[in-house]
């Protein structure tokens, strides 16, 4: 069968997917209401980071900064992540529901301002002007939920931004890339790379060549079927090509690795409860299963090699390099997989939680000659978003950077950055305070070096104790010495997931 049909058959099958694992299948539960989460925000302030935007813009607004900003450090940083958790009586149960809000924070002569937008999809349109949850959640049940068209219908492009050719886009991982406007952030539409890919799933987490050209994938166990859609995005934004790695059995992937010469694919075992609810309720992981690993030549993308390592729970897969005949591939995995299927589900109910430090820093190393693969611990644990500089070497581990968690700390989540060198064994870290939360944070060269490792470490940090929101740059080879300014606005933003810097001179 040829590609193009085989996209064709399985779009259209989606729909008659509704008894198989899937996006598209759920039933009516009992939903919990937004005032028991307001009960806990009155007790917590730190629940701020789950609080829903009843707005659908901020800004632009002038941040104050303290510190000294580096001159040559501008541009915008882009940030996505849901913020729109409550509508009427129903608040969503599961962080990845909530409807996407765009953020930038604009670096220009010396000043430093944010704005925000809630990313106009279909279904935040259609919503809004019904003022209720109507459609399907990922990981919501939605009582009196009406028909969708296609994944994109359910579309909340909320977990990552990327940038591709000129084009900035924001992402889910279950449809299309939503374009969104670089400068006002209007949602554009959802993007349609063929005509036979329309809703095809472009996941959140895709990888740049050092030529600006991209890889990613999309699941097909959306759909009720099993495998990938493996996208090749040109360095001008255009499709280049794609192709089907086929799976002879489901698994789970948010995201994944990559070398010089090859993709990395890790899939996570689970299987569908036959219970009503949504993907992410009616998940559950089987540890007592392997993880299969395909490891995708760049060159042959329809030859792969299959490999199996024991069961891990991974979201966030940091860098990969080939040494001595093995594939290595670093990840943050989950120690309590219940934790992985929802994080901070208790936050999301307005409660208490204590699992963000639940993670630990692990290595796959696939060898090549044998056909073995195998898991190896570094003795890392509480971080996650784990980031680094694109410019490391192939052939050895590079640096990394990462939200952690160090005490003391007065809420159940990152609040400090780390610097992660395991060739050194050393562990660096600077503490923001027990009153800060702290986001992912991007490694960003310095503009005309090509050392790796000659940048500044760009993120975003919510300080519930003076109900403020801000963006912090650090020198990522001195992580320990602190911050070198951070700039704050005198407002809260929900906690999001991913970003993506774009230089301006």
């Not at 941040?63 to 940030?79: M, N, V």
């Not at 559950?284 to 030549?297: E, N």
């Not at 966030?316 to 934790?339: M, Q």
């Not at 939680?353 to 820093?361: A, C, G, K, V, Y």
Request: charged fraction near 20%.
């Amino acid at each position: 069968m040829q590609r193009r049909s085989f996209m064709q058959s399985v779009l259209l099958a989606s729909l008659a997917a509704a008894g198989k694992p899937g996006f598209l299948r759920a039933e009516v539960l009992a939903p919990t209401g937004p005032e028991l989460f307001a009960a806990g925000l009155a007790r917590d302030p730190w629940l701020a980071g789950w609080k829903s935007v009843g707005v659908e813009s901020l800004g632009p607004t002038q941040a104050s900064i303290e510190g000294r900003w580096p001159g040559s450090l501008t541009g915008t940083l882009y940030r996505n992540g849901p913020a729109r958790f409550e509508r009427g009586a129903l608040r969503y149960q599961h962080w990845f529901d909530g409807d996407g809000m765009m953020h930038s924070w604009r670096i220009r002569d010396g000043q430093i301002s944010h704005t925000a937008r809630m990313i106009a999809t279909a279904k935040f349109v259609q919503e809004e002007k019904a003022g209720r949850f109507e459609v399907r959640a990922s990981g919501t049940t939605i009582p009196g939920a009406l028909p969708i068209r296609n994944n994109d219908s359910m579309n909340t492009a909320n977990t990552a931004v990327v940038r591709l050719g000129d084009r900035v886009f924001a992402l889910w991982e279950g449809g299309s890339a939503y374009e969104i406007d670089p400068d006002t952030l209007a949602a554009r539409g959802p993007t349609t790379w063929r005509s036979d890919l329309v809703a095809a799933p472009f996941s959140a987490h895709p990888l740049l060549e050092r030529d600006g050209s991209a890889w990613n994938f999309g699941s097909l166990d959306f759909f009720g079927t099993t495998g990938l859609l493996i996208w090749r995005i040109g360095a001008d934004g255009a499709l280049v090509r794609t192709a089907v790695l086929e799976s002879k059995e489901p698994g789970y992937l948010h995201s994944f690795a990559m070398t010089q010469k090859y993709l990395v694919f890790t899939f996570m075992p689970y299987r569908m409860a036959e219970d009503k609810g949504a993907f992410f309720e009616r998940l559950q992981f089987t540890p007592d299963r392997a993880c299969r690993i395909a490891l995708v030549p760049k060159d042959a993308l329809d030859a792969p090699r299959w490999f199996e390592a024991p069961f891990a729970a991974i979201y966030h897969f940091a860098d990969a390099y080939e040494h001595r005949g093995e594939v290595v591939v670093r990840a943050a995995r989950h120690r309590d997989i219940e934790e992985a299927r929802s994080p901070m589900a208790a936050a999301m109910r307005g409660e208490r939680d204590s699992s963000s430090s639940n993670t630990e820093l692990v290595s796959l190393r696939l060898d090549l000659a044998r056909n073995r693969a195998r898991w190896e611990t570094h003795g890392v644990s509480g971080f996650e978003f784990p980031t680094f500089d694109a410019r490391a070497p192939g052939n050895q581990p590079a640096l990394l950077y990462a939200p952690a968690s160090v005490k003391p700390a007065n809420a159940p989540f990152f609040n400090a950055i780390s610097s992660i060198d395991t060739r050194a064994e050393r562990v660096d870290v600077h503490h923001y305070g027990a009153d800060v939360m702290a986001e992912e944070h991007l490694f960003v060269p310095r503009p005309g070096s090509t050392r790796p490792g000659d940048g500044w470490l760009v993120g975003t940090l919510l300080d519930f104790g003076r109900g403020r929101s801000g963006v912090v740059v650090l020198d990522a080879a001195r992580v320990k010495e602190g911050p070198l300014a951070i700039a704050w606005v005198p407002y809260t933003v929900p906690l999001g997931f991913h970003g993506w810097f774009v230089h301006k001179a």
